[in-house]
């Protein structure tokens, strides 16, 4: 891999993991325009930009998940003391991201499946037109004051089966969580919160998946630097994204994602059939 090939993919990585565009599509897309895709040392590569868009969510939301971790030691604590000193809203957020990332649990036999259409163009294609029009009509829900006090559990749950379906690659794991999360009358500002907070088990658990294959497959410790440049763009290109997702948010406006979407899927599908 060249410092520009890294450079290219940090910032898509950066950007698309946070922006609802689906990150894995354009990583695949691109590892496919680059021939990269079948190289085992781009997965070290790829735990990197997931270690560094994790920290970049953490620098974002940091006073939030900081109350959570703390909510969440008071709970273990509770249990022993069979106390109840926890704070009730901390701890409905936190239970609420269990459930939520429990579904992902069930995707887990199925992840040699999933990897498999990263490999398949007209897939990505139709996937990122179904991310467009989830972000088009999630634009068309009036905005509600329901925030996650007033959530059902049946809303959470559906948002986390939006979040595991959105393993294939093209459909944006955050556009389809915050789209799915309006739809069950979520506030805009708390569903992209809570996507975003959310993503942080989902980036971990591939994360801890990724290692173990780098553990058995190695990495070049030459190319180190070149991955490190990578991922000094994808963090500084993710506190961006993630900023520029909650302006947006609040102001319905993910249409000027979705037509970016619908122009992307469409050269996808058309380079299946032309290219």
């Known amino acids: 891999m060249s410092y520009l090939q890294s450079i290219v993919l ?3 990585q950066g950007l698309t993991e946070f922006l609802p565009i689906s990150s894995s599509g354009h990583l695949a897309l691109l590892q496919n325009l680059f021939g990269l895709e079948d190289q085992s040392t781009q997965i070290f590569f790829d735990v990197l930009l997931h270690v560094v868009t994790l920290l970049a969510i953490i620098m974002i939301y940091y006073k939030k998940i900081w109350k959570l971790l703390v909510c969440l030691i008071e709970m273990i604590i509770d249990i022993f003391r069979k106390e109840k000193k926890a704070d009730a ?3 409905r957020f936190v239970f609420f991201i269990v459930i939520a990332t429990l579904p992902l649990f069930i995707a887990a036999p199925f992840k040699d499946h999933i990897e498999g259409f990263f490999g398949n163009i007209l897939v990505i294609g139709i996937a990122l037109l179904v991310t467009a029009t989830l972000l088009l009509l999630s634009d068309r829900v009036k905005d509600t004051p329901k925030t996650l006090n007033e959530a059902r559990f049946t809303d959470i749950l559906i948002v ?29 500002e708390t569903a992209v919160e809570f996507s975003f907070i959310l993503a942080i088990p989902a980036i971990l658990g591939a994360t ?26 994808a963090f500084v290109f993710a506190l961006a ?9 609040k102001k319905g406006a993910f249409k000027y994602f979705a037509v970016y979407c619908y122009i992307v899927g469409v050269i996808a599908i058309a380079s299946t059939f032309f290219g």
Not at 241 to 249: C, H, R
């Open 241 to 249: 994204a993630i900023q520029l997702v909650k302006l947006l948010a």
């Open 160 to 188: 986390g089966i939006a979040q595991t379906i959105a393993l294939i690659p093209g459909l944006s794991r955050s556009g389809t969580t915050i789209s799915t999360g309006v739809f069950r009358g979520l506030t805009r």
């Open 89 to 91: 809203d901390d701890m």
């Open 208 to 233: 801890i998946l990724q290692i173990r294959d780098v553990m058995r497959d190695g990495f070049p410790a030459e190319q180190l630097p070149i991955y490190l440049t990578g991922c000094a763009f």
């Open 10 to 12: 940090g910032i898509i």
